[in-house]
């Protein structure tokens, strides 16, 4: 059964930091891309970061660039994300997201399927 694991979320001040981690099991998960992808309140969701199979290639969307930091650990089969910085418009559950393959994160718009989701864990910011 496969499954993801979000965890680290939580309620934060402008400027504060997260780290947020998600499990994997179930599936073979050096195989894997990974990426993280948000929804703010009544927007669409958003890929934020993606990374791949060994961690050599990242890429971020613009909001986050120099912020955010994704990162995996093929060894325990988890990924990350490190959030620097924080600010209100980064409020928005935060979801794992597994894909064979990272061009998918790229190429990703609202409603196209990508293949494993995590339920999300919310990352709340104030002012």
């Known amino acids: 059964q496969v499954q993801l694991l979000e965890s680290g979320g939580g309620l934060v001040q402008a400027g504060d930091s997260l780290r947020l981690s998600c499990a994997a099991s179930g599936f073979t998960f050096r195989n894997y891309a990974m990426g993280w992808l948000r929804q703010a309140p009544g927007k669409d969701r958003e890929v934020v970061a993606s990374?791949?199979?060994?961690?050599?290639?990242?890429s971020y969307a613009d909001s986050v660039k120099g912020r955010f930091t994704i990162s995996r650990d093929n060894t325990k089969n988890i990924a990350f994300l490190q959030m620097n910085d924080l600010k209100p418009e980064d409020t928005a559950v935060y979801y794992c997201?597994?894909?064979?393959?990272?061009?998918?994160?790229?190429?990703?718009?609202?409603?196209?399927?990508?293949?494993?989701w995590g339920q999300g864990t919310q990352v709340t910011v104030s002012s």
């Open positions: 997201v597994a894909d064979l393959r990272q061009s998918r994160f790229d190429a990703w718009v609202p409603g196209a399927d990508l293949d494993f």
């Open positions: 990374i791949s199979v060994y961690g050599r290639i990242t």
